[in-house]
């Protein structure tokens, strides 16, 4: 029987960084898209009290970029499990498995931070904070784009930039 090593804290290679801020940066045209159609892009600005399209899309695109480092480290440790199934082992190389991961991430960031994590930290910040479980349709929708679109990109994007090397 054959195992694979395990590579523990190895350092990230110039190709999964420029992978990852290339998909973060295409996802974040996205999210910002989706923001934009609900109505939703200026209460990103809001958030941090400040004002203006430029704040609005340097916010998106500088959470974007924060959001697909921990999705790609998923990936990435997927592809390395032992015991990880078939179809998310082989998720870095295909782009709608990788999307469907990606989908299921949007989900979880939206659980995780504006449902949950954006009422507990405006509650410790301000006297009025919104309901728990905070339901912001709007982030929903543009995270689970931001999630499929990330996960689609990431394959091909990683395979262009290795090609290219």
Same mark, same amino acid.
């Given at each position: 029987?054959?195992?694979?090593?395990?590579?523990?804290?190895?350092?990230?290679?110039?190709?999964?960084? $420029?992978?990852?801020?290339?998909?973060? #940066?295409?996802?974040?045209?996205?999210?910002?898209?989706?923001?934009? &159609?609900?109505?939703? #892009?200026?209460?990103? !600005?809001?958030?941090?009290?400040?004002?203006?399209?430029?704040?609005?899309?340097?916010?998106?695109?500088?959470?974007?970029?924060?959001?697909?480092?921990?999705?790609?480290?998923?990936?990435?440790?997927?592809?390395?499990?032992?015991?990880?199934?078939?179809?998310? +082992?082989?998720?870095?190389?295909?782009?709608?498995?990788? +999307?469907?991961?990606?989908? !299921?991430?949007?989900? &979880?960031?939206?659980?995780?931070?504006?449902?949950?994590?954006?009422?507990?930290?405006?509650? $410790?910040?301000? !006297?009025? !904070?919104?309901? &728990?479980?905070?339901?912001?349709?709007?982030?929903?929708?543009?995270?689970?784009?931001?999630?499929?679109?990330?996960?689609?990109?990431?394959?091909?994007?990683?395979?262009?930039?290795?090609?290219?090397?």
């Amino acid at each position: 029987m054959a195992y694979r090593r395990s590579r523990r804290g190895g350092v990230l290679s110039p190709v999964t960084v $420029l992978t990852t801020v290339t998909a973060a #940066l295409i996802a974040g045209v996205a999210l910002g898209g989706v923001l934009h &159609v609900t109505g939703n #892009l200026r209460t990103v !600005a809001a958030v941090y009290g400040l004002e203006g399209v430029v704040n609005e899309w340097t916010l998106v695109f500088g959470h974007s970029v924060l959001a697909a480092g921990p999705f790609v480290a998923l990936v990435n440790r997927l592809r390395m499990g032992r015991r990880v199934p078939r179809p998310l +082992a082989e998720s870095y190389r295909n782009s709608f498995l990788c +999307a469907c991961l990606g989908t !299921a991430y949007g989900v &979880v960031l939206w659980v995780a931070v504006i449902a949950y994590g954006a009422p507990f930290a405006f509650g $410790l910040v301000t !006297a009025n !904070a919104p309901p &728990v479980p905070y339901r912001h349709w709007g982030a929903f929708y543009a995270l689970l784009v931001f999630g499929a679109v990330c996960g689609a990109w990431y394959p091909l994007l990683r395979e262009f930039f290795e090609d290219r090397q």
